[in-house]
């Protein structure tokens, strides 16, 4: 006998659950500084060296850890959406040319602006994914009941390339003092995070994601077929540009705040399909749990593993995730 | 007292659906040019034409998902305009042309989604709408199939399964598009089988084909659809006609009746306005 979708959701949300606080525990306690966690424990933080220890996990790691679980939540979910709306396992958050966007909002602010300015930094990549996002929107519409998802697939590339080939020229003409910056920022940075900037974007993740989960139903629909969507009662163009809004919306508040880390969004969504099953019911918060696990894990590693050079976390995920996708799809 | 309708010995019947001078199209270009048609509680219909006559868009226009430009298409004497989608949806249900499955749902899962229609965005499926899939997928003969992936079925299995899809709506309509498109001899007579079966417990089904010999065989009430209008309407006897056919199809073809079947039986056997395709295959003695 099956498991109904309820009790699978709630089976593959609380296993995923456990590894997340698991992951997130052990990405407290690792890091470049050692500290004996049996010392920290037995001590607390009376000592002079639990102090410091306890300082280091909550200003520095906890904020970090949390940062990076928003991310992979927010990318992981978002390509989970994608994924549907465009019938296509192999589209990702960045499909719709969010990523160049996000990055030539980016580059700019950090050329013109400097590193300094957080905030000017995460509010340009926002407007810029925004663009991007108009853009394609534009696209579609001025195409309208032509292929309506390989209108928004095809247009998506070419804005994000464009927009990518902006980027490029603002690098070139820009002085290269900024070069190691920006060079992070588009392979995914979380060390720039505060509690403030990861609070904001977390809730604008988690506020995204309910939304998308309450018509987990009608994304099943999508995904099943356009045609079979309308006829079983969906209003298939309100309904694509509900996902697409809420989807976009949650990966530029992803991206402003942590750059355009790879691949999450890709892997993590297909890898709990092949695990899970395709119902959204049960993907959408495996993607959300899920995601936010891997890239908190992959965070940790990549803090820890070159040290004392911190690697961008991005090129974990994709050395990660890469090789762990292939394994899937071969197996299957 | 008795009402009105009843007292004068024949009960007037409110059609289940009905769509007078419909005209509607997509992007400015018109497809159906004034098309009137009524669908009674337990009848079966079935509408030819050739291909690009409009037969699909005629389903959209019936199903309520594309709105006529004139014309009213109503439901049980309600216009559909004022009808929500969802609510039009546990009426009438579609098996329409094939979308190549994206993703691995399983025949249960893709079943269940008939259900969709009778609940909101977010829901896990009650005692109740699993007792309507199981009965769905029994009557279609796919309960064996319930946990296979849709993409590893034969042509035949998944036209099985949308029509179990649609009966798992409760439909008081059922409309198909070209169901036989693409099935092999065993699997067109097992469909025919269940759509006779499915008429039997009450539900209206229309159908859509170039096959005429599926609707002259299955349908008691036939209408050639051609270049977007009705040249013919009537019995398959009435409307299966060898000028109807070369007015439709642009075919020279015989008609007979079938000595087992008793209905009309067509032989093409040459294109119009094609000079030299008159007995082509005919043998040679």
């Known amino acids: ?332 | 007292m008795r009402c009105d309708a009843v007292s004068k010995g024949r009960p007037m019947r409110t059609p289940l659906l009905e769509c007078r001078h419909v005209r509607c199209g997509y992007d400015g270009r018109p497809v159906l040019k004034g098309i009137s048609l009524t669908l009674e509680p337990g009848a079966f219909a079935g509408v030819i034409g050739p291909n690009g006559s409009g037969k699909s868009t005629l389903i959209k226009a019936l199903a309520g998902i594309l709105q006529p430009w004139e014309g009213v298409v109503a439901f049980h004497g309600r216009d559909m305009a004022e009808l929500s989608r969802s609510v039009l949806a546990r009426e009438i249900a579609v098996v329409s042309q094939e979308e190549p499955p994206a993703f691995g749902f399983t025949v249960a899962e893709e079943v269940m989604q008939g259900r969709a229609p009778h609940h909101g965005g977010l829901h896990f499926e009650s005692r109740t709408d699993r007792t309507v899939m199981e009965k769905a997928l029994e009557r279609t003969e796919v309960s064996h199939l319930a946990d296979r992936r849709t993409d590893a079925l034969s042509g035949g299995e998944r036209q099985r399964v949308r029509i179990a899809r649609s009966l798992a709506q409760q439909p008081r309509v059922l409309l198909l598009d070209e169901p036989t498109n693409h099935l092999d001899l065993y699997a067109q007579l097992s469909l025919m089988e269940l759509l006779h079966d499915i008429r039997r417990e009450g539900i209206a089904i229309l159908m859509v084909s170039h096959d005429i010999d599926l609707v002259a065989r299955l349908c008691e009430h036939v209408k050639i659809l051609s270049h977007g209008v009705f040249l013919a309407a009537g019995t398959p006897q009435e409307v299966i006609t060898e000028e109807n056919l070369a007015r439709a199809f642009q075919v020279q073809a015989l008609v007979d009746v079938n000595p087992l079947t008793s209905v009309p039986r067509i032989t093409p056997t040459g294109r119009l306005g094609a000079a030299d395709s008159r007995g082509k295959f005919e043998q040679q003695p």
Request: hydrophobic share 55%.
């Open chain 1, 1 to 332: 006998m099956n498991l109904s979708a309820l009790w699978k959701t709630i089976f593959v949300s609380s296993g995923l659950l456990f590894v997340l606080i698991a992951v997130g525990l052990i990405s407290l306690l690792v890091g470049a500084t050692g500290f004996g966690v049996k010392r920290l424990l037995l001590e607390g933080a009376g000592s002079e060296e639990g102090r410091k220890a306890m300082t280091i996990m909550l200003s520095y790691r906890l904020p970090r850890m949390l940062l990076a679980a928003v991310a992979g939540a927010g990318l992981a979910s978002a390509g989970v959406v994608f994924q549907g709306v465009l019938r296509n396992p192999l589209a990702d958050p960045y499909i719709i040319g969010i990523a160049g966007g996000g990055s030539l909002g980016a580059v700019i602010s950090i050329a013109l602006l400097g590193p300094g300015r957080l905030l000017g930094t995460s509010l340009c990549a926002f407007l810029g994914s925004l663009l991007a996002v108009g853009l394609v929107y534009g696209l579609a519409a001025a195409r309208r009941s032509r292929g309506y998802i390989d209108t928004v697939i095809l247009a998506g590339v070419i804005v994000g390339a464009f927009m990518n080939a902006l980027m490029l020229l603002v690098i070139s003409l820009s002085g290269s003092h900024e070069i190691q910056r920006i060079l992070f920022w588009l392979m995914g940075d979380l060390s720039l995070s505060d509690y403030n900037k990861t609070v904001f974007a977390g809730l604008l993740v988690v506020v995204g994601w309910s939304v998308v989960y309450l018509n987990a139903n009608r994304l099943n629909l999508l995904a099943v077929g356009e045609d079979s969507a309308a006829y079983l009662g969906l209003n298939v163009a309100r309904a694509r540009f509900f996902f697409i809004t809420v989807a976009a919306a949650m990966t530029g508040t992803v991206v402003s705040v942590s750059g355009t880390v790879g691949f999450v969004g890709l892997v993590v969504p297909h890898t709990m399909r092949l695990l899970f099953g395709p119902d959204n019911r049960v993907l959408l918060p495996a993607a959300f749990l899920g995601g936010a696990a891997f890239l908190a894990a992959c965070d940790c590693v990549a803090r820890v593993v070159a040290y004392p050079v911190e690697l961008p976390v991005g090129v974990i995920t994709a050395l990660t995730g890469a090789p762990f996708f292939l394994y899937l799809l071969v197996r299957r």
